[in-house]
């Protein structure tokens, strides 16, 4: 049985809140708007960009949101060119709990707010690109705390919710978890404040030790046992298309004549697209009710 680990990654692998700040201030002055509180800004950290511009600046129009997120992608991009990022390092202890958990056979994730590019560029950049086997991000699944992203990453990983924990640093991810139905695991050492996690339904690590021990209950409501289902669907496809397979291939080794073995490879080759394109697919299109 796999075990499966999902970290958020700006506020609980790395901290990045300086240049996600910076960034900010600059997208909100290229607009000849006032740039909100550093405070404010870094309680957005997770969220997708169009969804954080929603927060920062609630009395706009969809068009200035979306014209905010892109300006800010702008100025990440130019500060990446001009070398004036500043350095995102690891917060302490993250790289022993990587190596800890990963010897002691869990599977790593990440599901983050971050583009694929951005996500990409941190990992490299710490040489930890190699520990995690699912990378979900904002390019590819709605803004947290829908599920979709987290549903990806156990699919993808072939893992289980009773098996799996998120660990992340804001509210955010503490109702992702819930609404996917996996454990929650707050670090106290990001961006929202403790007492937020564990109302949010996590349970609280405040040392580097980010392992998954640690969580915290809660009453499932409505949109949680939807985001069970799902899973349970996506397990569904996954079981009938090893079903599948297996019929092609007992098929192809029965049949003496051409056309069952065609028929049996068209099966198999079924079955495999099945198993690799549907639950991802599936993941990435649902939404939550309160997306």
């Not at 590019?117 to 520990?131: N, S, V």
């Not at 609404?179 to 929650?184: D, F, I, K, L, W």
């Not at 404040?193 to 609280?204: K, Y």
């Not at 297996?246 to 004549?257: K, P, T």
């Amino acid at each position: 049985m796999i075990r499966l680990a999902v970290f958020d990654c700006d506020g609980t692998l790395v901290d990045s809140q300086a240049n996600i700040c910076v960034a900010c201030e600059r997208a909100f002055e290229g607009a000849r708007l006032t740039p909100p509180p550093r405070a404010d800004i870094r309680r957005i950290v997770g969220l997708s960009l169009v969804e954080a511009m929603q927060v920062l600046l609630p009395e706009a129009d969809d068009a200035l949101h979306r014209s905010l997120a892109t300006d800010y992608k702008n100025a990440f991009h130019a500060m990446r060119a001009s070398g004036e990022l500043a350095d995102e390092p690891l917060f302490e202890g993250i790289a022993e709990v990587l190596g800890t958990l990963a010897n002691d056979g869990w599977a790593l994730g990440v599901a983050t707010g971050k583009s694929d590019r951005g996500l990409a560029h941190i990992l490299t950049a710490h040489g930890i690109t190699e520990r995690f086997v699912t990378l979900q991000t904002a390019d590819r699944h709605p803004s947290k705390p829908d599920p979709a992203m987290l549903l990806a990453a156990i699919a993808e990983a072939d893992a289980r919710v009773e098996t799996t924990a998120m660990i992340g640093d804001t509210s955010f991810d503490m109702a992702m978890a819930r609404a996917a139905g996996v454990r929650a695991v707050g670090v106290a050492w990001g961006y929202h404040d403790v007492h937020e996690l564990s109302d949010a339904g996590g349970g609280c690590r405040r040392d580097g030790g980010a392992g998954p021990a640690a969580h915290g209950g809660y009453t499932m409501t409505d949109a949680d046992k939807l985001a069970q289902r799902r899973w349970f669907v996506l397990v569904a496809v996954r079981l009938a298309g090893v079903a599948g397979a297996l019929l092609g291939l007992i098929l192809i080794a029965r049949a003496h004549d051409l056309g069952p073995k065609i028929l049996g490879t068209a099966i198999v080759l079924s079955a495999m697209a099945m198993i690799a394109i549907v639950p991802r697919s599936l993941a990435h299109r649902w939404r939550s009710p309160d997306a």
